[in-house]
């Protein structure tokens, strides 16, 4: 599998040993409901964390925050040292640079070939010349295991290569950090296992870091370094993923995972 488009220690050389990103004190309302109420966590560099919890409890608000498609209300939030918020705009567009995001909803741009929606970035965005993006883009392809669909449109595709696109498109742009979000949901049950066997392997080949939400518990279990329990806005409880699933010590967690397993 080729791995060398994908960010290394070399391509990476700033990338900290330790912790990468740094929520601090973050508040999130929408109206009069408090979504995330003085929220604390981090996550070190090369680590792949995921955030579990009921529906509602604000696991996506915090992968959107981290993508700037919106903003704390209070709080800091920290990416590789430098502040995405609060922040001066150029800053922010800088420090975001370093994060990419796969939606639920594999969002490609439907009126662009398959290969062309993984150039755009690197091209407009990096400034990458668009032979060097385009070599990438068919590594990439090979990765998530569709070099043979470059020229088809996405609507060409199933949900579940769509999403493999989707997946290629984010690592396009070398991301420090890969936000998924709940990625198998919009998708068949049979389409499932291809999508999470490319980032499996992803997490295992590359030094990404990954912060994903997820409900599919077999995956969180063996992907995860961490997992993160979330109720009401609060994280209730962390640790490895054996421990989460194996010996949860709050009863919330005992209650959720009862209930999703
Ligand atoms: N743009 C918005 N406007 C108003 N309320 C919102 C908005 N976005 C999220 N919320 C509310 O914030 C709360 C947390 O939403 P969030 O999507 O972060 O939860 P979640 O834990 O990811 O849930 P799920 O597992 O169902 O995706 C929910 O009550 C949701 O309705």
């Known amino acids: 599998m080729p791995t060398d488009t994908l960010p290394t220690p070399e391509q990476s050389p700033s990338a900290p040993s330790g912790e990468l990103i740094r ?4 508040t999130k309302r929408f109206g009069d409901h408090t979504v995330l109420d003085r929220l604390d966590f981090s996550v070190d560099a090369g680590r792949h964390v995921t955030l579990i919890g009921p529906s509602g409890s604000g696991k996506t608000t915090i992968l959107r925050l981290l993508m700037t498609l919106t903003k704390p209300d209070e709080g800091t939030i920290t990416v590789a040292g430098r502040r995405l ?40 965005v990096l400034g990458m010349a668009k032979d060097e993006a385009e070599e990438r883009a068919r590594d990439l392809l090979e990765l998530v295991g569709l070099a043979d669909k470059r020229d088809a449109r996405p609507t060409q595709l199933s949900g579940g290569q769509q ?32 999508v999470l066997d490319v980032l499996r392997d992803i997490a295992r080949s590359t030094d990404i870091t990954m912060l994903c939400v997820t409900h599919e518990m077999n995956f969180a279990r063996d992907i995860s370094d961490q997992v993160l329990m979330f109720d009401s806005g609060r994280v209730i409880e962390s640790g490895p993923p054996e421990q989460i699933f194996g010996e949860p010590e709050n009863d919330r967690t005992r209650e959720f995972l009862s209930a999703v397993l």
């Open 163 to 194: 999403q493999r696109v989707a997946i290629a498109r984010a690592l396009a742009m070398r991301p420090k950090v890969l936000l998924l979000d709940e990625v198998t949901s919009a998708l068949d049950p049979e389409l499932v296992a291809g």
């Open 85 to 124: 918020f609060p922040a001066p705009e150029k800053q922010v567009r800088e420090v975001r640079k370093q994060i990419g995001m796969v939606f639920q909803q594999f969002n490609l741009f439907p009126n662009m070939s398959v290969l062309r929606n993984i150039t755009e970035a690197p091209v407009t």
């Open 23 to 26: 929520l601090e004190q973050v």
